[in-house]
């Protein structure tokens, strides 16, 4: 079983919909959630990241994590077709010396205007 | 504005033949990554180094291995290609100790045949 699960899609919504992507994980260890976002031939880049249980807003997007059940969650509100890329999921426990992070394979989005 | 670049976009090489992956960045980061990306498997790490002249095992380092003589570069060294090398190749920086997240460059697309 692999430390850290994400469905690869393909996911394709309307634009305006409301988008829900999810991880699982199976490390208790991981205190660090990170949600990527990776356009076509391009490097991932760091979307929005959280510590330990709890809810983050930055504009359209809201990062979720439940650690009792092991499940964090990216929500993306009035999506747009500029939101069309491979999000990826990434955690890593708490900092000390170095960090390593574990990522998820990855859920492709396509939002059709 | 963070920047890692890497040498090549696209590579293509025979096997046998050995390959150097150059990754450069200009923020003065600590530590740096090569990863491999394969569809299904997701990111996963090769060698990291966390300073000049220092490096460290990933969970995938057969084949490969690394040099970092200056801050700012890191190396990787495919000794031997073979098919299975076939990959997107990604380089990443952090900023050091305890840094999460992780600044990736575009990408280098290397297919052996």
């Known amino acids: 079983q692999k430390e850290v699960e994400q469905d690869p899609g393909p996911l394709s919504v309307p634009e305006g919909a409301i988008v829900s992507l999810n991880c699982t994980y199976s490390n208790s260890a991981f205190q660090y959630f990170m949600w990527y976002r990776q356009y076509s031939r391009k490097g991932p880049e760091l979307l929005m990241y959280t510590y330990s249980s709890g809810n983050k807003e930055d504009g359209r997007f809201t990062a979720q994590v439940d650690k009792s059940s092991k499940y964090i969650s990216l929500f993306i509100r009035d999506s747009q077709p500029s939101d069309s890329a491979t999000y990826l999921c990434a955690m890593s426990p708490d900092p000390g010396g170095y960090q390593k992070v574990t990522f998820g394979t990855g859920t492709k989005l396509q939002v059709i205007p | 504005d963070v920047k890692v670049t890497q040498s090549s976009r696209y590579l293509v090489k025979r096997t046998g033949e050995k390959v150097f992956l150059e990754c450069v960045q200009d923020m003065d980061h600590e530590n740096m990554f090569w990863y491999r990306q394969d569809p299904g498997l997701g990111l996963r790490l090769i060698y990291f180094?966390?300073?000049?002249?220092?490096?460290e095992k990933g969970d995938i380092p057969e084949g490969y291995s690394v040099s970092r003589e200056k801050k700012e570069r890191f190396s990787l060294i495919l000794e031997s290609a073979s098919t299975n090398q076939t990959s997107m190749y990604l380089c990443?920086?952090?900023?050091?100790?305890?840094?999460?997240?992780?600044?990736f460059g575009p990408g280098t697309r290397l297919t052996v045949t």
């Open positions: 180094s966390y300073d000049v002249k220092m490096k």
């Open positions: 990443a920086s952090s900023l050091g100790s305890g840094s999460y997240e992780q600044y």
